[in-house]
């Protein structure tokens, strides 16, 4: 099975600061990777696919980037509503495994 | 739109059973896989699998292959996911979600398991 690494797992940020999350994969994936953000509470939500391609709806704020087994989600000038957890998600095989998470604190 | 919805919450004991149900709308159930996906009390997401809508068949990943079944009812649009001979560790929020891409999320179903 694929492995996917995230880090970091928390991360402390001002309101309109940029972050990048990492996510290794322990083989490649070929750029089938996806990020979806959770709020506490709520469902997760897609943000990016395909590495690089963002969901309908979700702001350009948010970016995807990589290739082969390391990638990355780079959100830039941090919204109060941009606060909550993030995972990645290898999408290109069954088992399709999540990363352990982000959770994206307001400093 | 569209939009999935969950069945609600349940509290059952160890050793019983129970069906979660995940009912879609706003699109063609059977263009699209369902998968689910479980998370624990304040842990992360964890992949169980998926259904394609097609032909009914389940992919269980390897946590998920002794006491839980994808099933479907098509004509109802509806996706159902049973979990037998319940554990304490079974205790989690369940979700389904649409298609490989997982473009769109049920709400949740809570599942509590206590004696």
């Known amino acids: 099975d694929i492995q996917m690494t995230q880090s970091p797992a928390s991360l402390s940020a001002s309101l309109g600061e940029t972050v990048t999350i990492e996510c290794l994969a322990s083989?490649?994936?070929?750029?089938?990777l996806a990020w979806y953000q959770q709020k506490p509470g709520k469902s997760p939500q897609l943000l990016i696919y395909?590495?690089?391609s963002l969901h309908t709806g979700v702001p350009s704020r948010f970016s995807g980037s990589g290739s082969g087994t390391q990638y990355s989600l780079k959100i830039n000038s941090l919204q109060p509503e941009d606060f909550a957890s993030y995972y990645c998600?290898?999408?290109?095989?069954?088992?399709?495994?999540f990363g352990a998470g982000t959770k994206l604190e307001l400093k | 739109q569209i939009q999935l919805v969950q069945s609600g919450p349940e509290l059952k004991k160890p050793g019983e059973s129970l069906k979660i149900s995940c009912k879609a709308s706003?699109?063609?159930?059977?263009?699209?896989?369902m998968q689910w996906v479980k998370q624990a009390p304040g842990k992360g997401l964890q992949y169980m699998g998926w259904?394609?809508?097609?032909?009914?068949?389940?992919t269980y990943a390897d946590d998920f292959k002794e006491r839980f079944v994808f099933s479907l009812e098509t004509s109802a649009s509806t996706a159902y996911l049973q979990i037998n001979n319940l554990k304490n560790e079974d205790t989690a929020t369940y979700f389904c979600?649409?298609?490989?891409?997982?473009?769109?999320w049920g709400q949740g179903a809570s599942v509590t398991v206590s004696s």
């Open positions: 979600a649409r298609s490989l891409r997982m473009d769109a």
């Open positions: 259904i394609n809508t097609q032909t009914g068949k389940p």
């Open positions: 998600q290898n999408g290109l095989s069954a088992p399709r495994t």
């Open positions: 083989e490649d994936i070929y750029d089938i």
């Open positions: 395909d590495a690089s």
């Open positions: 706003g699109y063609t159930f059977t263009d699209y896989a």
